[in-house]
């Protein structure tokens, strides 16, 4: 694929080819992710709107007022349904598809969310010989990676992973078209059905993947936040449903690159931020950060990786009911995904975290922006990352218009999901009427 190609030109890519890698093995056949249509036209309207979600809009998001199983039977309150679900201990509860997602059961316990996309527990893979772990992932052309499942001989696109510094992207020279518009999404109520359609695995599998770009709250290595154990990502993905969602996408994050790269990986970002295990952990010896707005902060910014991976399988959708389980994703929806990370509550808590903690949200939500723009997006979910929404707000605020408002910008459309379970601190309202204000975009509620 010409673009493909094209896209890899310049980036740090985390494949390493294995010879012989390009041929399909096992008379299995992986799914190809499909090739990017022509982009529509990007020119934007000047907007910033607060809205109400999708679902209470009205908008082309599924209806999640009664949840229905694959067979159409209505789930109850639980998350059951009539139909007696396939026996959970076997891979799939069905058999394999040609798409590369293979019906199974209409329910997924989300605690078996790993064995059903890999074929064997976390605990047990760990234990399998490197050699072993790497014939899980098979390489095709252009850094696309498949997850192989041998229980059911079934695989899955993991898509390409990409890592390039911030300063690769940002913009020379003055602006070259309007801000594209900017949409803060507020939740309505805390019900079930305005929680689904706030969900970005929901979301995620609705979108149209050659035009969208979701960001997603991981560590800085780009995975889940970390736990401990031999389930450790098994462990960490319950929490985060856009991940689960693109489940093949997290394996091969975590398995199929061991020398994956982290955010802040340049050393002289590191020696302001190190990390361990995908978190940063202060030493107490870590030189003072420069002034914001200095040529040092712009130097120390640019150095920042952004992390992204192209072309995620999507396999689950959002937790469905209280009993614990995912809905299945229908067959051939991908999805595109940044990654952003913010220090932990009690990295950011101590006296050198309090002054480095904007600098990382500044971080985020500049590389979110600039990643869809190189992958020539006309859409981008952003979601509001760590545990203070008024320092997320006010990235977005400082970044969209000198990244939507510059030469080679695709963006038409930036989407703010605020959490149903979250409220956005009052004066937020304030500055987004002074955002539009200085910015001459036109502010409204709905």
């Known amino acids: 694929m010409e673009r493909a190609t094209i896209m890899l030109n310049g980036f740090y890519t985390w494949f390493r080819r294995v010879e012989g890698s390009d041929d399909a093995s096992d008379g299995m056949t992986c799914p190809s992710v499909a090739d990017e249509a022509g982009m529509p036209d990007h020119g934007a309207a000047d907007a910033v709107t607060i809205e109400d979600p999708p679902s209470s809009r009205g908008s082309g998001t599924a209806d999640h007022g009664a949840e229905v199983?694959?067979?159409?039977?209505?789930?109850?309150?639980e998350g059951a349904s009539d139909v007696e679900p396939d026996d959970e201990d076997a891979p799939y509860g069905g058999t394999a598809g040609a798409s590369g997602a293979p019906p199974m059961s209409q329910r997924i316990p989300i605690v078996k969310w790993f064995s059903r996309v890999v074929g064997m527990t976390e605990a047990a893979l760990r234990t399998l010989p490197t050699d072993e772990v790497a014939m899980l992932f098979e390489r095709r052309s252009g850094g696309y990676v498949s997850l192989v499942n041998r229980t059911v001989n079934e695989c899955y696109n993991s898509g390409r992973s990409m890592?390039?510094?911030?300063?690769?992207f940002m913009p020379p020279g003055p602006p070259a078209r309007r801000s594209a518009t900017l949409v803060v999404r507020v939740a309505a109520d805390t019900s079930v059905e305005t929680r689904m359609a706030m969900d970005f695995a929901e979301l995620q599998n609705t979108a149209v993947q050659p035009i969208a770009m979701f960001q997603i709250d991981t560590g800085f290595d780009g995975l889940p936040r970390s736990a401990s154990g031999p389930d450790a990502l098994t462990t960490a993905a319950l929490s985060a449903s856009a991940c689960l969602a693109t489940a093949p996408a997290t394996v091969a994050r975590a398995y199929a690159y061991p020398d994956r790269p982290t955010m802040l990986d340049d050393p002289a970002v590191a020696l302001h931020f190190p990390v361990v295990g995908g978190e940063v952990r202060f030493?107490?010896?870590?030189?003072?950060?420069?002034?914001?707005?200095?040529?040092?902060?712009d130097s120390l910014l640019g150095a920042v990786r952004a992390l992204w991976q192209e072309g995620c399988q999507v396999v689950f959708t959002g937790r469905r009911g209280q009993g614990g389980c995912l809905g299945v994703?229908?067959?051939?929806?991908?999805?595109?995904?940044?990654?952003?990370?913010v220090l932990r509550p009690a990295e950011a808590s101590s006296q050198v975290g309090r002054a480095r903690q904007g600098f990382l949200y500044t971080a985020a939500y500049t590389a979110a922006y600039c990643a869809a723009n190189r992958a020539a997006k006309v859409q981008l979910y952003l979601t509001l990352i760590g545990d203070d929404p008024a320092l997320a707000v006010r990235a977005v605020l400082g970044m969209h218009p000198r990244l939507t408002n510059c030469k080679g910008s695709t963006l038409d459309r930036v989407v703010v999901v605020v959490p149903p379970d979250l409220s956005l601190p009052t004066?937020?309202?304030?500055w987004l009427c002074t955002f539009a204000t200085t910015q001459h975009v036109k502010v409204v509620k709905d």
């Open 427 to 430: 004066e937020c309202d304030s």
């Open 163 to 168: 890592c390039m510094p911030i300063s690769a």
């Open 283 to 297: 030493t107490g010896n870590e030189p003072e950060l420069p002034a914001e707005g200095s040529s040092g902060w």
């Open 69 to 77: 199983s694959d067979d159409g039977e209505e789930l109850d309150d």
């Open 329 to 341: 994703a229908s067959a051939g929806q991908h999805a595109d995904q940044v990654y952003g990370a």
